[in-house]
């Protein structure tokens, strides 16, 4: 179901209106002195709508209620076919821990696309999500994530098949502090977590010459307990 390391203990239930959901938990890898000074461990995953695909394959999605943590009108809203430069100059003022992105890329030329969070502008720290073409793999880099608290000295890549749609990938991305949540064309997901040492690590970029920004939309989230 989930590419990422940090997918753990999902439970299942039916809701009053027939969605079967699903709910996780995106456990983290800081060091036990890590918890103890913050005074928490882990967190709640987004609950998950399950879907059967026509191809027989699970799908799923977040459910629709998550939008309703948007604060405000979109930072960006992209609705016409844009290039990777003209969207990141778009996207040059969005800084944040705290954001919703929804994204469809065409792939085009490009081997290797996608969208970089937790961004510093210099790129000294990211957390990449990409898809590599050549392989047929949806992925997170995590090399230049930072480990501050992390017990593990390097966070990695992580990847799984996944099969574009008419060459195109959309992205549902929830980045919530530390937590960084990826849907694939509805149908595959990424958990995973990352700890920038950079108070300045909180932008967006996207990446891969030769593909193309379908749509963009960006929003800012609130907490859900107000």
């Known amino acids: 179901m989930d590419y990422g390391d940090h997918f753990t203990g999902p439970s299942g239930t039916v809701d009053d209106k027939g969605r079967s959901l699903v709910f996780s938990i995106a456990q ?18 987004l609950p998950i709508e399950l879907s059967m695909r026509p ?9 629709e209620e998550v939008a309703r943590l948007h604060d405000g009108e979109p930072l960006v809203d992209i609705t016409a076919p844009t290039s990777v430069t003209a969207a990141n100059e778009r996207l040059a003022n969005v800084k944040g821990d705290m954001l919703h992105i ?85 149908h595959k997901s990424i958990t995973t977590r990352a700890y920038p040492f950079r108070q300045d690590a909180l932008g967006l970029r996207l990446f891969g010459d030769g593909s193309t920004v379908k749509s963009m939309t960006v929003w800012k989230m609130k907490s859900m307990t107000g």
């Not at 191809?55 to 459910?63: A, E, N, S, T, Y």
């Open 28 to 45: 983290d890898r800081r060091t036990e002195r890590a918890h103890y000074d913050a005074g928490w461990a882990h967190n709640a995953g």
């Open 55 to 63: 191809d027989g394959d699970l799908g799923f999605r977040p459910v």
């Open 102 to 186: 929804k994204l469809t890329l065409e792939r085009g030329s490009a081997g290797t696309f996608g969208l970089d969070v937790l961004r510093s502008p210099g790129d000294e720290e990211r957390t990449r999500l990409f898809y590599d073409a050549p392989a047929g793999q949806l992925g997170v880099d995590r090399t230049r994530s930072g480990n501050n608290s992390s017990a593990e000295p390097n966070l990695g890549v992580h990847k799984g098949p996944l099969a574009l749609a008419n060459g195109q990938l959309t992205l549902d991305v929830f980045v919530d502090r530390s937590v960084i949540e990826a849907y694939a064309n509805s």
